[in-house]
């Protein structure tokens, strides 16, 4: 079945270093979503990457979209304490309707 | 705020009861989507209705029942709880399939 697998399941960082979490697909993807969710919050959508290749970012985050259109990666640069929280890749296959979330990364910032 | 309205917050009973979680989607949203988060299991998608029909079903025990009325809520019925149906509950919508996804804060069950 459909699977999207995410690494690494946590990652510690000190401030200011680089943070970078891997989504992998089963299968090929029409496009992929990206969320964070805060301890205790709800997941808040971040970016969609619909193009082979794509890459998109906002401010210290990098989202890139593989060319087979099966992995994905978001990349944090300099981590701020702001940064702390879960970060899942929600994929949706070339058919059917519904996303497949990764099992997310847990990111700890240490000040 | 996500524009997206869930009720209860918090919600305690016993094995073996029924319970409905409500949710109130996003003004002119059409898509309303289910999931489950719970430690063990992460987000787990259930289930997603358009315009008051069932589009895509995820991993929705038979225990599990949702709908969407014609004012586009919608209602997820956990009937025979068991004690690993212990979860956050988060309903989420969307203007259609493939846009943004907003969620609500959820609803925290615990079977007793």
Redesign the interface.
């Known amino acids: 079945g459909q699977q999207v697998m995410q690494i690494p399941q946590y990652q510690h960082v000190q401030e200011g270093e680089d943070f970078t979490t891997y989504c992998n697909s089963s299968t090929t993807l029409?496009?992929i979503?990206w969320y964070k969710q805060r301890p205790g919050?709800?997941?808040?959508?971040l970016i969609?990457l619909v193009k082979s290749g794509e890459v998109k970012k906002q401010k210290r985050l990098t989202f890139q979209f593989g060319e087979a259109k099966k992995n994905s990666s978001l990349h944090i640069t300099a981590t701020q304490t702001t940064d702390v929280g879960t970060y899942?890749c929600?994929g949706?296959p070339n058919t059917?309707?519904?996303?497949?979330?990764?099992?997310?990364t847990s990111l700890t910032v240490i000040p | 705020d996500s524009g997206v309205t869930q009720t209860p917050k918090h919600l305690i009973t016993a094995t073996g009861q029924r319970v409905t979680l409500r949710c109130s989607p996003r003004s002119g949203d059409l898509s309303v989507y289910w999931y489950q988060q719970s430690l063990d299991q992460g987000l787990q998608f259930l289930i997603q209705y358009y315009n008051g029909e069932e589009r895509a079903k995820g991993n929705i025990l038979e225990r599990f029942s949702a709908q969407q009325f014609p004012d586009l809520h919608s209602e997820l019925n956990l009937s025979s709880l068991e004690l690993g149906d212990s979860a956050l509950y988060f309903c989420a919508s969307s203007v259609d399939q493939g846009y943004t996804i907003y969620f609500g804060e959820g609803s925290w069950l615990t079977v007793v």
């Open positions: 029409s496009n979503q919050g709800h997941p808040v959508f969609q899942f929600a949706q059917g309707n519904q996303f497949y979330f990764g099992t997310g």
